[in-house]
């Protein structure tokens, strides 16, 4: 199946820094990439969606000038968690998609933020 | 908020038993869904149904899909030790949007 990387795995970092994560996908073109972030025994929520060479969407409720996305190439989007706080510690998934190949999201093994 | 719920929350059975669970969700949808998660790591895709499929099998995986009631099962046969984990349903609507359901982490027991 389809391969989506992301890095770092996880990331400790002290309050007021930016944090950058990657998400490539390995073996296609994503067309589509969207960002999650999990809690603890929570599920995921949809933060973004980003099509490539465009801006993203963001759902109600995020920042989009605290959570920066990136979609520059049809394998690449970075998610940048600026001026990081404590409450930003979180697990963070991405996931891409070609909708010209298939309706299934692959998802990345995510990245877990602690911020101090 | 459009995230769907599954219920239950939480399941414990032995090993060799069937474990289900089950989907609700709120909006039209293209297909759903199942993924499953390991504790604190990625999804692994198990299995795809469309919004004009009612059942589909896929090893010891069964779904089925009531687009009426708005809701899908997901059926685990024979389970086994390396089954325990989240699974999670995901609607794909529409707009091409993706929301998860709550979750039901199931635990199996040898």
């Known amino acids: 199946g389809a391969v989506v990387s992301q890095h770092p795995s996880w990331v400790i970092c002290k309050s007021g820094t930016s944090v950058k994560i990657e998400c490539r996908s390995l073996d296609f073109q994503a067309t589509t990439m969207f960002w999650y972030r999990q809690f603890p025994k929570q599920s995921l929520m949809l933060m973004a969606t980003s099509n490539e060479g465009s801006k993203a969407t963001y759902e109600q409720g995020v920042e989009k000038d605290k959570f920066l996305i990136n979609h520059a190439s049809l394998t690449l989007s970075t998610l940048t968690v600026t001026s990081a706080h404590p409450e930003d510690s979180s697990f963070y998934i991405c996931?891409?998609?070609?909708?010209?190949?298939?309706?299934?999201?692959?998802f990345g093994p995510g990245t877990r933020l602690l911020v101090l | 908020s459009q995230q769907g719920e599954e219920d239950p929350q939480a399941l414990s059975i032995q090993e060799g038993e069937n474990a289900t669970m089950n989907c609700s969700y709120k909006t039209s949808i293209n297909n759903l869904q199942w993924y499953r998660q390991n504790s604190g790591r990625g999804l692994v895709h198990l299995i795809l149904i469309r919004s004009n499929e009612r059942e589909k099998h896929s090893g010891r995986l069964r779904v089925t899909l009531d687009t009426s009631k708005k809701s899908s099962s997901l059926l685990i046969t024979a389970s086994r030790a390396a089954d325990t984990a989240s699974y999670f349903c995901a609607t794909d609507d529409a707009g091409n949007q993706f929301y998860f359901g709550t979750g039901t982490s199931l635990t199996v027991i040898p």
């Open positions: 996931s891409a998609r070609d909708l010209r190949l298939q309706e299934t999201q692959y």
